[in-house]
């Protein structure tokens, strides 16, 4: 059985991803539950100036984020756009 998650589980990913360091901003959050798994895309914004390695580490630390608070079996897309 396939569905979205609640509103309210979808506000509380999109709070603890603004709380990651380094995010600005974090938009087009689509979830879904399948069985017992979850699923998470989001896309996540942080400085246009910042290096490649830098925004490897944030996009790292926002799937790590998520995980750890739904599971390691999460499946977890992270999206990185620049902000300007």
Same mark, same amino acid.
């Given at each position: 059985? !396939? *569905?979205?998650?609640?509103?309210?589980?979808?506000?509380?990913? !999109?709070?603890?991803?603004?709380?990651?360091?380094?995010?600005?901003?974090?938009?087009?959050?689509?979830?879904?539950?399948?069985?017992?798994?979850? *699923?998470?895309?989001?896309?996540?914004?942080?400085?246009?100036?910042?290096?490649?390695?830098?925004?490897?580490?944030?996009?790292?630390?926002?799937?790590?984020?998520?995980?750890?608070?739904?599971?390691?079996?999460?499946?977890?897309?992270?999206?990185? !756009?620049?902000?300007?």
């Amino acid at each position: 059985m !396939e *569905a979205s998650l609640s509103p309210e589980v979808n506000k509380e990913i !999109e709070s603890l991803i603004m709380r990651c360091d380094k995010v600005l901003n974090c938009h087009s959050l689509k979830t879904r539950k399948i069985g017992n798994q979850k *699923a998470i895309e989001v896309h996540i914004m942080v400085d246009e100036d910042m290096k490649m390695k830098d925004v490897d580490v944030v996009q790292e630390s926002v799937e790590q984020c998520l995980k750890e608070k739904y599971g390691s079996g999460t499946h977890v897309i992270v999206k990185v !756009e620049p902000f300007k």
